[in-house]
């Protein structure tokens, strides 16, 4: 890895203990080597956030941007029905970066791989005129459980964690200079991915499954696609957080359909399987709405059905109105 | 993965077939799954390269970046005596980037990866104001098969492959526009990393290995401290390519020393073993140079050897001379 001339910043985000010391060598070789048990398949991803393109230093401390990088991979982990294991983290940075805004991004990864006894096994860092992170994350999930978005059939239940939009609201409130609305400025900078919502997903037969990073609009889009069906949810249910009372319906449908980066999942189950999901759902305390149906083997359309019309969804949006 | 905006362009690159069909899912679901196979364990590296700090449009073409880029992820898989498997390529590219050159960074890629039957299995794709291309390479190694840094032991012969300072010469040439010296302007654009040697050395019991990435001084530093030894090399036997007979020596041995990106290995493995290695490269028509001696436990100094004097050698060259 190309960290030679930085011995002393990798001793500094070198982890004192790792989760897994069993399973790796980490750190300090030309590669690491790891581990992920009998039964079971590495799951891998990356995701690149880019300064300017994916935010800015007005909305997102260093910290956040290492948070949200990592909680972006785990995000895309758990639409696998994964365990989050390791990180790699390549970073190109501006030279007059401070050193302390650099480890307060390698911070704000920590605080959050911590939390799912994750190990920062390698990377390296480059200088160059912007920053841009790369975090690349490897997981594990059983072998046969794999909750791909071709697995949609149709009289599936579909479903979304959570609520939607509060990760553009979030981004409003901060452009805005508004006090207050925390929870959706939380929402914005440290998202939570739902690995445990992943998990329990695997106990079922059979569930198609992607991560809201998108908007649910592109999500369910590329699940009728994957899988060959078309699928309709409806407006009235789509579940809104509390503190999205403050905008227009307009724009909170907006934000529900296309805004992304709510790192919630969305998917389709059985609908025999779907009281099941439910309570399994209530007995961890985590939130699920049932928004819509797989309607038929199709092209991969997606509607929303608002009353008596319905609208054909674009990854975008919506751009034309159907008649029922 | 934030591709969903580039669907055109991922299905340019995705691949039409995979070399390990069987055994993954790869590009098109949020993560990738791999495995790699009962008895492995997986070997894991990132490398970055960034326009203007690793390379410039003038001494690289968009084919030349993409394939060292996967040139030197590979190198790091062969130094832990690993086979490369799967990559995965976050690249950010500024908006007037033609797609062709987009597409040649891809085909750079490919080249080199199908040469060992390997898969690109994800990755994503963003704008920004510099190119920055991360590969992240995932191989196998035998279980408890581990060449790494830490395992020299006094009296141990130390040993590199091929020839030292051809990159660094190839930029030289392509810098003053040299006409001809096409082998070391190739070594330096599509260099060939050492996976054939990495899994001749791991029938060894016991070789500590690194691969030339910043040049040999350090490479040997990094073995030297690793391993809690000190290490002594002979200037004469140092391996040098004979298109470097156009240099001063004084330049050809800056360059064998500390020009790196020269992505041979290099080595320590017990006195006995020594004959038989060679036979086996002899065998496979693999270059391999005796250069020195492990000498006994210490501080993790290299020391050069010439005639009746000493260096001790820096991670960036030499800076003072020891007599003898």
């Known amino acids: 890895m190309a960290v030679s001339d ?13 989760f897994h010391q069993d399973k790796i060598v980490g750190i ?47 995000s895309d982990i758990a639409a696998m029905g994964g365990i989050p294991l390791y990180y790699l983290v390549s970073i190109s940075i501006p030279k007059d970066w401070p050193e302390e805004e650099l480890l307060a991004i390698y911070n704000g990864m920590k605080d959050l791989g911590d939390q799912y006894r994750m190990d920062l096994i390698g990377g390296d860092t480059t200088s160059g005129k912007a920053l841009v992170l790369s975090v690349f994350v490897i997981g594990k999930v059983e072998k046969g459980k794999r909750l791909l978005r071709s697995n949609a059939k149709p009289g599936d239940v579909v479903f979304v964690s959570g609520t939607l939009g509060d990760s553009a609201a979030g981004l409003d409130v901060l452009l805005q200079d508004h006090s207050g609305w925390s929870e959706l400025i939380r929402k914005h900078q440290n998202p939570a991915p739902q690995v445990e919502l992943g998990r329990i997903l695997t106990e079922f037969d059979r569930v198609a499954l992607n991560d809201v990073s998108d908007g649910i609009a592109s999500e369910l889009i590329e699940i009728a696609e994957a899988s060959h069906v078309d699928i309709v949810i409806n407006k009235d249910t789509l579940p809104l957080s509390t503190s999205m009372v403050q905008y227009k319906e307009e724009k909170a449908l907006k934000w529900a359909l296309t805004g992304g980066e709510d790192f919630e ?60």
Chains 1, 2 share one sequence.
């Open 265 to 324: 999942l969305v998917g389709t189950i059985c609908a025999e399987d779907w009281s099941l999901l439910q309570k399994r759902c209530q007995d961890e305390d985590i939130r699920i709405t049932r928004i819509g149906e797989v309607m038929a083997f199709g092209n991969g359309q997606v509607f929303m059905r608002d009353e008596d019309s319905k609208v054909l969804l674009k990854k975008e949006g919506y751009n034309h109105f159907l008649k029922e």
């Open 28 to 74: 300090g070789d030309d590669a690491a080597i790891v581990a992920v048990g009998e039964g079971f398949e590495s799951v891998v991803c990356v995701d690149t956030m880019v300064e300017e393109v994916h935010f800015s230093p007005h909305t997102m401390k260093s910290y956040d941007i290492g948070y949200k990088a990592l909680a972006a991979n785990i």
């Open 6 to 18: 930085e011995f002393g910043f990798i001793r500094s985000i070198r982890p004192a203990s790792l």
